[in-house]
Nanobody, 125 residues
Framework: QVQVVESGGGLVQAGGSLTLSCAVS????????MGWYRQASGKQRELVAA???????NYADSVKGRFTISRNNAKTLMYLQMNSLKPEDTAVYYC???????????????????WGQGTQVTVSS
């Protein structure tokens, strides 16, 4: 059973910083992508930053230059360093892992998505 657990959210003033952490545990055959998403109240969930299967990073235009995604080599920990926070960054932030469960799924390009429970980030003006 794969578990994904976020931590590190909180209340911060505009211009401040926060670091979110994501702990991934359980048996995974092969990782595809790993990333951070967020969902503001009344809005759809959106991609914030992610690692591609090849290890490249992608960022939403709204966070480029302010947020940095990182992870350890074992892919059991992933972080989102958030600097120069703005009120519009307020949202619930989710960690996502997309992975292949076994060799048959890998050969069939069939992935599963694992989500954490989310962590609230509130930026006050």
């Amino acid at each position: 059973q794969v578990q994904v657990v976020e931590s590190g959210g909180g209340l911060v003033q505009a211009g401040g910083s926060l670091t979110l952490s994501c702990a991934v545990s359980g048996s995974i055959f092969s990782f595809n992508t790993m990333g951070w998403y967020r969902q503001a109240s009344g809005k759809q969930r959106e991609l914030v930053a992610a690692f591609t299967r090849g290890g490249r990073t992608n960022y939403a235009d709204s966070v480029k230059g302010r947020f940095t995604i990182s992870r350890n080599n074992a892919k059991t920990l992933m972080y989102l360093q958030m600097n120069s926070l703005k009120p519009e960054d307020t949202a619930v932030y989710y960690c996502n892992v997309e992975a292949y469960n076994n060799v048959e799924d890998y050969r069939s390009s069939r992935t599963l998505n694992y989500w954490g429970q989310g962590t609230q980030v509130t930026v006050s003006s």
